[in-house]
């Protein structure tokens, strides 16, 4: 890649999320959770969960963002749960902004979702199955907002350099990639670890996708399975690795979730899951 306003090749430009209290920078240094839920069950739940995720987060001097999404346009079957849909997602999300006062993201799957979705939240999710999306891409930029780009399971991380400017060139002031497996088989998902190291060379934030990462896609059928085990393990090989930030979908009773509920992180467990990322993080930088 060369050189793009100033930046050169191989040199990480940090993403800035606008938010509450000063928002949040990606890969200035700190490492950033992006959690949440799944799925958005009802303002309330949302709004209760987020105020638990900065009650460990806040204490610890973890920056973080909250992720829930309005709709799951991509489940296995056609009766799978959906979401609250579009304008009452977001208007869910404005008020876990504001309750909880950390900023937001969710995903997009539709050019004509990026500008009402730019209103409320402070980053831009692209999916792994839209990330070569150009309509989508394009649209996402063109709102001005911070992107997060989920790298495809069927891309190799040296190949999402395009989707990168596509975003960069439509006026995305930010991009953040995310690695949350390869496709490897039948029903499986393996994680290449040089791959994150791969993506940072391109100019970017890296961060890690550990729930999505320990799926089975299909694997139950009519939805996708996973292994929690996985999880924990693949959050901290990342942290090790370096990466900028570590996404986590929590529930506070996985088993109830109504989406990828085999891999969500349960709320009790995350307290304990961030302490060993932020010694492993420590560390690394020799603190």
Same mark, same amino acid.
Do not use: Y
């Given at each position: ?78 009766? /799978?749960?959906? @979401? ?11 008020? &876990? +902004? =504001? !309750? %909880?006062? *950390? ?115 299909? /694997?139950?059928? @009519? ?11 693949? &959050? +901290? =090989? !990342? %942290?090790? *690795? ?46």
């Amino acid at each position: 890649m060369g050189e793009r306003s100033g930046q050169q090749a191989g040199r990480i430009c940090p993403v800035e999320v606008a938010g509450p209290a000063g928002g949040v920078q990606i890969g200035g240094g700190a490492l950033v959770l992006i959690a949440g839920p799944c799925l958005m069950e009802s303002e309330a739940q949302l709004v209760e969960l987020g105020l638990a995720i900065d009650a460990i987060a806040r204490p610890r001097g973890l920056p973080w963002i909250l992720k829930s999404s309005f709709d799951k346009a991509n489940r296995t079957s056609l009766g /799978g749960a959906r @979401g609250p849909g579009l304008a009452t997602g977001l208007g869910w999300l404005a008020a &876990a +902004r =504001a !309750a %909880v006062g *950390v900023p937001v993201t969710t995903d997009v799957h539709a050019p004509e979702q990026a500008g009402p979705a730019a209103e409320v939240v402070d980053l831009l999710q692209i999916p792994a199955f839209l990330c070569r999306q150009t309509d989508l891409l394009v649209a996402v930029g063109a709102t001005g907002r911070p992107a997060h780009l989920k790298k495809g399971q069927f891309v190799a991380p040296t190949a999402m350099g395009p989707a990168v400017e596509k975003l960069r060139a439509s006026g995305a002031p930010g991009v953040l990639l995310t690695e949350r497996g390869t496709t490897f088989g039948h029903g499986d998902l393996v994680v290449d670890m040089r791959g994150l190291l791969q993506m940072r060379a391109l100019g970017v934030p890296v961060a890690m996708d550990a729930t999505h990462a320990a799926q089975r896609p299909s /694997g139950l059928g @009519g939805a996708s399975g996973g292994d929690r085990s996985s999880v924990a393990p693949l &959050a +901290r =090989a !990342a %942290v090790a *690795v370096g990466v900028d930030a570590v996404f986590l979908e929590v529930h506070p009773d996985p088993s109830r979730a109504p989406s990828d509920g085999p891999v969500m992180v349960p709320l009790a467990e995350l307290a304990a899951l961030l302490d060993s990322l932020l010694a492993i993080r420590a560390a690394l930088h020799g603190r």
